[in-house]
């Protein structure tokens, strides 16, 4: 199976700092690699897709990167409605794995 | 609108069985494939399993392989989940979700809650 070893585990970050949150495939998953982001008592929403590609709706602040094992996201000028937790999954044949995931607080 | 609506959720014994459902509305059920996933209280994200269009190729974790069946009725635009031999470690929030194969999970339903306990 592929593991997804997704880092850090928590951040703290104020409105307007910029973000990165790194995720690392244990085999090569070209580029079959999503985010998604959950707000406390919510149900996880699609942010990225194929790696680099924005789910419809999602704002420019955020960008995907990376190919193969090492893949990250990138959040500009973070927003009050942007913190929450942050998971990576690989969509690279079965079974799918979801990186531990990223809890993003305000500072 | 594209909408998923798990149910089916509560307390069940140790040992026991249960069976989720996940009603689909907004888009052609029956040409997607589909997925389960589950929250255990203040964890992460666990991918249960998928199921293809037609049924024909139906995937598990290889945890709960022998635990889990996943199903599906197009007509009724529905996604089953047929737990047994729960166990404490079951007690979790069950999502269903589009998506599996070599697509991402694009849409997700609100969750149903199960608690396996005495």
């Known amino acids: 199976d592929i593991q997804m070893t997704q880092s850090p585990a928590s951040l703290s970050a104020s409105v307007g700092e910029t973000v990165t949150i790194t995720c690392r495939a244990s085999?090569?998953?070209?580029?079959?690699l999503a985010w998604y982001q959950q707000k406390q008592g919510k149900s996880p929403q699609l942010l990225v897709y194929?790696?680099?590609t924005l789910a419809e709706g999602v704002p420019s602040r955020f960008s995907g990167s990376g190919s193969g094992t090492q893949f990250s996201l990138k959040i500009n000028s973070l927003q009050p409605e942007d913190f929450g937790s942050y998971y990576c999954?690989?969509?690279?044949?079965?079974?799918?794995?979801f990186g531990s995931g990223t809890k993003l607080e305000i500072k | 609108e594209v909408k998923l609506l798990e149910s089916g959720g509560g307390l069940v014994q140790p040992g026991g069985s249960l069976k989720l459902s996940c009603a689909a509305s907004?888009?052609?059920?029956?040409?997607?494939?589909m997925s389960w996933v589950r929250q255990a209280p203040g964890k992460g994200l666990e991918w249960i399993g998928e199921?293809?269009?037609?049924?024909?190729?139906?995937n598990y974790t290889p945890s709960l392989k022998d635990k889990f069946i996943i199903s599906r009725d197009n007509a009724k635009n529905t996604l089953y989940l047929q737990m047994s031999k729960v166990r404490s470690e079951d007690t979790a929030l069950y999502y269903c979700?589009?998506?599996?194969?070599?697509?991402?999970?694009?849409?997700w339903g609100a969750g149903t809650t199960v608690t396996v306990s005495s």
């Open positions: 907004g888009f052609d059920f029956s040409r997607y494939w």
């Open positions: 194929n790696a680099k």
């Open positions: 999954q690989h969509h690279y044949g079965t079974p799918f794995t």
């Open positions: 199921i293809n269009p037609d049924s024909s190729t139906i």
């Open positions: 085999e090569n998953i070209y580029s079959y």
């Open positions: 979700a589009r998506g599996g194969g070599l697509y991402y999970l694009d849409v």
